[in-house]
Structure formats: structure tokens, C-alpha cells
């Protein structure tokens, strides 16, 4: 009787507390359960915790601070990450300014020109990546006949029509963002990379 009186008990108690915790309210944010689930203990980027007392009472650190302390002391803005530099534009890993047209901006993208040098060795470079990623659909020579495209159907020859004359910047957007039926790859192909291959097309393809 009495083993079970106990757990009666205990079973009150914990139902007690497990009622008292949810109640958060005013400056009471309520018992957390596992707080190192909530709060980081190695670096993180996107949280900084700059008071050294925070956490105190869980603290079993050797540096005597709280457990939730989380600033980079070694960093001399005290951040976890680094601020960008004042009136500075992140660059992508190739060195491009981030593109920021959205895909129904095409008439826009028309006027940009293509920052890549033309050199031989550019050309062969677009050429290797057309084949690895535009002859599926719009075959070698750039017919519309590749296999997957007489599949698909209404793949455009960039030899035929209107095709021939669109500006580089049309190309490079129509790569980057999709058209139609057409898939965007700019998640597959760095900026450069599309501008060789925009290169490849007007130099080889349509010998422009
Ligand atoms: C999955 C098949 C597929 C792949 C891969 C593909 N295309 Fe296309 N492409 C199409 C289709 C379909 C169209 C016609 C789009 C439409 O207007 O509906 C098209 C249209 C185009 C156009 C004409 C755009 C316009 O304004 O009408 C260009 C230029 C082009 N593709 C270039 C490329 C290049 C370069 C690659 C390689 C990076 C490539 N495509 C990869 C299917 C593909």
C-alpha cells in the first residue's frame, strides 16, 4: 500500500510540474527542458549571446562564464560572423557581381554584355560544357534534334529564325532562369560558365 501511495505521489508532484512549466508569462519564460538543445554550445552564425553571466546557474565551464556565453572572443568585433565591409557587393565564388534579374526580366538581361573574354581556349571550355548541357535537348549542332529534345518536342533551333539574333545577354538569361519549356540551370552552372557557353552559341553554332 504504501509503495503505492508513493507513486501516487510522485505522480502528482511530476503532473504539478509538468503544469507549472508551461506557464510562461511577463519576464517568466517557463522551465526549459534540455536548454543546450536551444542554445548552442559551440560558435553559431546567426546568434550571440554577449552576456557572460547568461546561463550561470547551469555553468560547469573552466572559463567561469555562463553556458550560454557564445561570442567569439578572438574576433575583434566580439561577432560570429564578420560584418560585410561598408558600401561593398558580396561577389559569387567565380568573382561575378550576384545576378539579380528575375526570369520575366528578359527584356532587361538583353542589354547585358558578355563579361567574358573570347579566346580560343574559352571557346573549348563553352564547348564542352554546350555538350554536357544543352545537347540532350537541343542536340550538337544546335538543331532542336538532340534525343531527349525529340522527346520533349518544341525544342527551339538556335540555327533557325529569330534564334540566330538574340542578343548574349537573352541567351545568358534564358540559361540562367529557363524559358518556357525550358529548365533553369542557374543552380547547375556557375556565371562564367554560362557566359562560355553563351560564347560557344553565337561563335560556333551560329557564327555569329
Ligand atoms: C530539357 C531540354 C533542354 C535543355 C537541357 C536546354 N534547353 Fe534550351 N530550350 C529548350 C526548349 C524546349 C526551348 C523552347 C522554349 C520555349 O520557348 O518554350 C528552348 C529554348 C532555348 C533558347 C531560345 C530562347 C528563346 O528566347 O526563345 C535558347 C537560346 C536555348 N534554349 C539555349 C540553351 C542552352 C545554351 C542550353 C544549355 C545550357 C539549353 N538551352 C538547354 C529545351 C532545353
Same mark, same amino acid.
Given at each position: 500500500?504504501?509503495?503505492?501511495?508513493?507513486?501516487?505521489?510522485?505522480?502528482?508532484?511530476? !503532473?504539478?510540474?509538468?503544469?507549472?512549466?508551461?506557464?510562461? $508569462?511577463?519576464?517568466?519564460?517557463? /522551465?526549459?527542458?534540455?536548454?543546450?538543445?536551444?542554445?548552442?554550445?559551440?560558435?553559431?552564425?546567426?546568434?550571440?549571446? !554577449?552576456?557572460?553571466?547568461?546561463?550561470?546557474?547551469? $555553468?560547469?565551464?573552466?572559463?567561469? *562564464?555562463?553556458?550560454?556565453?557564445?561570442?567569439?572572443?578572438?574576433?575583434? $568585433? +566580439?561577432?560570429?560572423?564578420?560584418?560585410?565591409?561598408?558600401? #561593398?557587393?558580396?561577389? #559569387?565564388?567565380? &568573382?561575378?557581381?550576384?545576378?539579380?534579374? *528575375?526570369?520575366?526580366?528578359?527584356? +532587361?538581361?538583353?542589354?547585358?554584355?558578355?563579361?567574358?573574354?573570347? #579566346?580560343?581556349? !574559352?571557346?573549348?571550355?563553352?564547348?564542352?560544357?554546350?555538350?554536357?548541357?544543352?545537347?540532350?535537348?537541343?542536340?550538337?549542332?544546335?538543331? &532542336?534534334?538532340?534525343?531527349?529534345?525529340?522527346?520533349?518536342?518544341?525544342?527551339?533551333?538556335?540555327?533557325?529564325?529569330? /534564334?540566330?539574333?538574340?542578343?548574349?545577354?537573352?541567351?545568358?538569361?534564358?540559361?540562367?532562369?529557363? *524559358?518556357?519549356?525550358?529548365?533553369?540551370?542557374? $543552380?547547375?552552372?556557375?556565371?562564367?560558365?554560362?557566359? *562560355?557557353? !553563351?560564347?560557344?552559341? +553565337?561563335?560556333?553554332?551560329?557564327?555569329?
Amino acid at each position: 500500500m504504501k509503495l503505492i501511495k508513493s507513486i501516487y505521489v510522485i505522480a502528482v508532484v511530476g !503532473v504539478a510540474f509538468g503544469l507549472a512549466s508551461c506557464g510562461a $508569462s511577463g519576464d517568466n519564460p517557463g /522551465y526549459e527542458y534540455a536548454p543546450q538543445m536551444y542554445n548552442s554550445v559551440p560558435y553559431e552564425g546567426l546568434t550571440q549571446i !554577449v552576456n557572460e553571466d547568461e546561463g550561470q546557474w547551469l $555553468s560547469t565551464r573552466e572559463d567561469g *562564464k555562463g553556458e550560454f556565453f557564445n561570442t567569439n572572443v578572438n574576433n575583434p $568585433s +566580439k561577432m560570429n560572423m564578420r560584418e560585410p565591409v561598408a558600401n #561593398t557587393v558580396p561577389r #559569387t565564388k567565380d &568573382g561575378m557581381l550576384p545576378y539579380r534579374l *528575375k526570369a520575366f526580366e528578359l527584356e +532587361k538581361a538583353a542589354e547585358i554584355q558578355n563579361p567574358v573574354e573570347l #579566346t580560343d581556349q !574559352v571557346l573549348a571550355e563553352g564547348q564542352q560544357l554546350y555538350i554536357q548541357f544543352c545537347t540532350a535537348c537541343h542536340g550538337a549542332n544546335g538543331e &532542336g534534334d538532340g534525343l531527349a529534345g525529340q522527346v520533349i518536342g518544341g525544342v527551339a533551333n538556335l540555327k533557325g529564325g529569330a /534564334y540566330v539574333n538574340l542578343p548574349e545577354g537573352h541567351i545568358f538569361h534564358v540559361i540562367m532562369k529557363g *524559358k518556357g519549356r525550358m529548365g533553369a540551370h542557374g $543552380s547547375q552552372i556557375p556565371q562564367e560558365r554560362i557566359w *562560355k557557353i !553563351v560564347h560557344y552559341v +553565337k561563335q560556333e553554332i551560329q557564327k555569329q
